[in-house]
């Protein structure tokens, strides 16, 4: 993944509170939000980019849940990012055959 590019285990609720704000996704494909605009996501590969010149200011809410299956793999890197890698202490997150 290329740098600040992430993944989180969690469905993100985030609202733009000011500014102006680009969600870079996985392919290139970009959302443009602005002020008011409300964005839904779960194990979404993307990145945050603020081509304006005012800061830009959200609210988050994260509610856990669990790793992204694609393929029927659970994501190795989701585990990593989120400190449940190979030599993490942390239980690691439900495998793919676990899922509902």
Known sequence: MAP???RTDSIDYAVVISG????E?????EVHLKVGDVL???GTVHRWINRGKAPCV???ALIDAKSAVAGARCSARSDELSGRGK???LPARGAASALP
């Open 58 to 60: 959200m609210a988050f």
């Open 20 to 23: 102006e704000i680009d969600m």
């Open 4 to 6: 600040r590019v992430h």
């Open 25 to 29: 996704l996985e392919k290139g494909t």
């Open 40 to 42: 839904v996501q779960r």
């Open 87 to 89: 030599d993490s202490k």
